[in-house]
């Protein structure tokens, strides 16, 4: 990943913010019409040749103007969205990020490009430099007898979406409650492509639940996931204050991946 495509990916999330500001705009607009019938019609006066001509000179410099600068600030704007993003509200939820950008305790992140995307098994994809290091890491665990699943990797910002408020909906979760185990959209380590929540193949009663901890496989992450570069993004405990989930890991192996997670480290190392 190029050192500009962090932003670029930040711009996708502000631009989907712009959109769905879109239909309140939309109605706004269509207010006008009914605001202009019940306003009186305007008089006729004897300056009315003179107006007409500043209107279509105000009417045409602004189309030039707008030919001109139009891409110079659409541009200007994209510079300045990442900044954007530490206050990006989501809709259907009443909490604004903290000072720190976080959202009930979840750190914003921005999409992996699709190329960096490696199928890892049918459904599943990652970040290809995680991909690599699963691969291996999956591969040793075989050799020591342990059967490492890989239950979920990318999801979209709209998948996220669709499990957020979806699932709260259906377990009548606020949305409060909600973030303690799922990440609003916009904020789960998941859509960077370097998280991935892992199973054990020979316990699949003990997918995506604490129990997982007892299992064979986490006993071996324990020993083993540091040396391919995936760390645990929320132990007990952790200053976050996103429930335990001992099957989430995200991989922290390459120079994007660290940078990406540079605020949740800090968090966690900082001492308490
Ligand atoms: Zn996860």
């Not at 001109?68 to 509200?89: C, V, Y």
């Not at 239950?151 to 979209?156: A, D, V």
């Not at 998280?195 to 083993?224: C, I, K, V, Y």
């Amino acid at each position: 990943m190029s050192p500009l495509a962090p932003a670029l990916t930040i711009n996708t999330t502000f631009t989907n913010a712009v959109v769905r500001a879109v239909p309140a705009r939309r109605i706004q607009r269509e207010d006008i019409p009914v605001a202009r019938r019940s306003s009186p019609p305007p008089r006729p006066s004897r300056g009315g040749g003179f107006g007409l001509f500043l209107a279509c000179l105000l009417v045409c410099g602004g189309s030039v103007a707008a030919v001109l600068f139009g891409p110079e600030l659409l541009a200007r704007l994209n510079q300045e969205s990442p900044t954007t993003i530490s206050g990006l509200e989501i809709s259907g939820l009443e909490q604004r990020p903290d000072a720190d950008g976080r959202l009930l305790g979840h750190f914003p992140y921005a999409e992996v490009i699709s190329a960096q995307l490696m199928v890892i098994e049918p459904g599943i994809e990652l970040h290809q430099d995680a991909g690599i290091a699963f691969d291996s890491m999956r591969q040793a665990a075989a050799a020591d007898g342990v059967d490492l699943r890989l239950l979920s990797g990318y999801r979209s910002h709209q998948l996220q979406e669709s499990i957020f408020f979806d699932v709260a909906s259906a377990r009548n979760q606020t949305a409060q409650e909600r973030a303690l185990v799922s990440a609003p959209p916009g904020y789960s380590e998941h859509s960077t492509g370097f998280a991935l929540d892992l199973g054990d193949g020979d316990s699949p009663e003990t997918n995506l639940s604490e129990d997982f901890e007892q299992t064979r496989a986490f006993r071996w992450l324990q020993d083993h996931a540091a040396r391919y570069h995936f760390i645990l993004s929320f132990p007990e405990g952790n200053p976050q204050g996103v429930s335990y989930e001992p099957w989430h890991w995200r991989f922290e192996g390459s120079a994007d991946a660290l940078r990406l997670f540079e605020s949740a480290r800090r968090l966690a190392l900082r001492p308490s």
